[in-house]
């Protein structure tokens, strides 16, 4: 936690905090070293993925008789996405594998399934993906027009996918389509994808303005024969499971603004005291300083918002309205902490080589993916009646 930061964290305890240097030490020797050369590449090495399975990094919720670290608590999660943003190793997808896909699998896959997908899921061999976006369909999920259409032991799937986060590397993908057009919300059903399957290809790498090392690609479905028993839960349940899921993710969204925030607080900070104009640190002139308490302020409601939904969380209470409180104002708050920082930076705020400003281009999406701030602000105002 850093100084500009004013509030004591109560949330863990002496063993996730050496958790945390465990995995800090992970990203020092196998991610720092490469990072700038995957954001080159627009891809991480999957080599990563593996060395974290082989430390125990990937499905710490898993049963040990699956692989896993049969621990389901949600603050080892948050320690890793914390440390992966402060490091701002943007490539690294391990938050959408354990935070996002995984619950899907602990929650609705059948024994078969579990003996199937969980082992190489916890040692990297499998990365995953889920694919909900469509060209013409954002937030609104029930305009999803890919189709899953029954043909005795298999389904076959038609239709296409964009903005898949590790789209590239991913090796099973969770699928939401059309099983019942019929049926409105009750007729999407999601199915397990796998690399090979004839007929799943990737479309476009896409070049995006941010998150330069995370693989993000379309997906394309022509007639792919998806095996029945690649069916995850009950058909045409998949809506509902998607918005049982939706609020870990969006947690886990916010947990990164958080973290993020109080990163690019800290180096704006130490650069305004390094920053010399008009014969002293730009710090101490008054607009400076009064700015810095703004957002520092800013940083710690935020903070104390987010791991009080994390408590919550934990505790099985925290409500979708509750999630899409954390989501939408986080997001909102970090990207204009980030943007106000690096006005403080001047010129230089707008070279590459500072941090600050790949950290403004990084967090522009954190508004849009995981559900947009306006429709987190539609879930709210239903809530209240209105």
């Given at each position: ?32 070293p490469y990072h700038d050369e995957w954001e080159k590449a627009k891809i991480v090495d999957r080599g990563v993925w593996l060395e974290a399975g082989k430390q125990g990094f990937l499905g710490m919720a898993v049963p040990e008789e699956y692989g896993g670290g049969g621990n389901p608590d949600f603050r080892y999660n948050t320690i890793i996405v914390e ?297 709210i105002g239903r809530s209240l009646g209105v």
């Open positions: 936690m850093g100084s500009a930061v004013k509030y004591q964290r109560t949330l863990f305890e002496p063993e996730h905090e050496l958790f945390r240097e465990s995995f800090r030490a992970f990203l020092d020797r196998h991610v720092a440390e992966i943003t402060a490091g701002r190793y943007s490539g690294i997808g391990f938050g959408l594998h354990n935070d996002v896909v995984l619950p899907y699998l602990l929650r609705l896959a059948t024994e078969e399934q579990k003996q199937r997908w969980l082992p190489k899921f916890c040692t990297g061999e499998l990365i995953t993906a889920i694919a909900m976006t469509e060209p013409g369909t954002g937030s609104d999920l029930q305009g999803i027009k890919t189709r899953a259409v029954k043909q005795d032991d298999h389904y076959v799937l038609n239709g296409s996918k964009t903005f898949i986060t590790n789209g590239i590397n991913s090796d099973l993908v969770i699928v939401v389509a059309q099983t019942d057009p019929d049926k409105g919300s009750q007729g999407f059903s999601l199915l397990v994808v796998e690399r090979g399957m004839e007929g799943f290809e990737r479309g476009r790498h896409l070049d995006k303005i941010g998150l330069d090392a995370q693989d993000t690609a379309e997906l394309s479905f022509t007639d792919v024969k998806v095996p029945a028993e690649n069916l995850l839960g009950k058909e045409g349940m998949g809506f509902i499971y998607l918005m049982q899921n939706l609020p870990q993710e969006r947690i886990s969204i916010a947990i990164t603004a958080a973290a993020a925030m109080e990163a690019v607080l800290e180096q704006t900070v130490q650069y305004t005291k390094e920053r010399k104009a008009f014969g002293r640190s730009i710090g101490n002139f008054q607009n400076s300083r009064f700015l810095l308490a703004e957002l520092a302020t800013e940083a710690t409601a935020v903070r104390i918002m987010v791991d009080e939904f994390i408590r919550l969380h934990l505790e099985e209470k925290l409500t979708v309205e509750q999630a899409a409180m954390a989501k939408w104002y986080s997001t909102e708050k970090q990207v204009n902490l980030i943007d106000r920082c690096l006005q403080l930076h001047g010129g230089y705020g707008y070279m590459r080589e500072y941090p600050v400003a790949r950290a403004y281009l990084d967090s522009r999406v954190q508004t849009i993916y995981g559900g947009t701030t306006e429709i987190m602000k539609e879930i």
